[in-house]
């Protein structure tokens, strides 16, 4: 009895170790990508620093740092990757022009183990060019005396536009001396706004303009404009 009072008085500490057990996430897997393409498109005036997409890698190792890299296919250093959001932007001029489409390569890699995917950009034309006469002056000579068979013919003019895969509609049209825009009926040339060709209308203005206009009529017609803006 006494023994008994004895050992439940005694004061017992009881010590529990723990111990952790832990797995550590080895680097073992590869990062991929969900598709083996993707596709992208980018007007060809895009600002630089401009995001086109953003791919994404994953990777089944939670510990695994994905970085990404251009590997091949960036003609001219035209686009980057931010290499730790696999964010491609435009980073050199674009030209449709010149290059409609780009096949990039896109490497991810987890620093052991890395694993590719394609992006195809498709450049998208804008109106970027203007229209260009086919020379840069055209002169043409008028007898002073000639005033039948008015408003005549008298010279034709050409523009081509360096944007050749949309519809070169071209208007032509007259500034400068001679002109009155806002009174048509008072000029003293007229053009054809879609064939480019000119007609005198008047032709008391030659004994003021004969020698000048030969000089000068490239400037009667120096600006134009493409009807699709
Ligand atoms: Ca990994
Ligand atoms: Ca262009
Ligand atoms: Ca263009
Ligand atoms: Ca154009």
Redesign the pocket.
């Known amino acids: 009895m006494r023994l008994w009072k004895a050992f439940t008085r005694c004061e017992i500490v009881s010590m529990t170790k723990f111990i952790r057990i832990g797995i550590a996430d080895k680097?073992?897997?590869?990062?991929y990508f969900d598709k083996a393409l993707y596709e992208a498109e980018v007007d060809e005036n895009e600002d630089i620093q401009h995001t086109v997409l953003t791919v994404t890698a994953k990777?089944?190792?939670e510990?695994?740092r994905?970085r990404y890299e251009i590997t091949s296919g960036n003609i001219g250093g035209a686009f980057a990757v931010k290499n730790m959001t696999g964010a491609i932007y435009v980073a050199g001029a674009l030209d449709y022009e010149t290059r409609k489409r780009y096949e990039l390569r896109l490497a991810a890699s987890?620093n052991?183990?890395e694993n590719y995917t394609t992006v195809v950009i498709h450049v998208k034309d804008v109106n970027d060019n203007p229209p260009v006469f086919e020379r840069p002056t055209y002169r043409t000579q008028i007898t002073e005396e000639d005033d039948r068979n008015l408003p005549k013919r008298v010279l034709q003019v050409t523009a081509t536009d360096g944007d050749k895969d949309r519809p070169q509609n071209i208007v032509y049209f007259l500034t400068g001396q001679g002109i009155d825009p806002d009174n048509p009926a008072n000029s003293k040339f007229d053009i054809n706004r879609t064939t480019g060709e000119i007609f005198v209308l008047k032709v008391s203005i030659l004994e003021t303009f004969h020698t000048v206009m030969t000089e000068c009529f490239s400037r009667f017609f120096s600006m134009k404009h493409d009807r699709y803006p």
């Open positions: 680097n073992d897997n590869p990062p990777d089944h190792d510990s695994s994905i987890d052991l183990k």
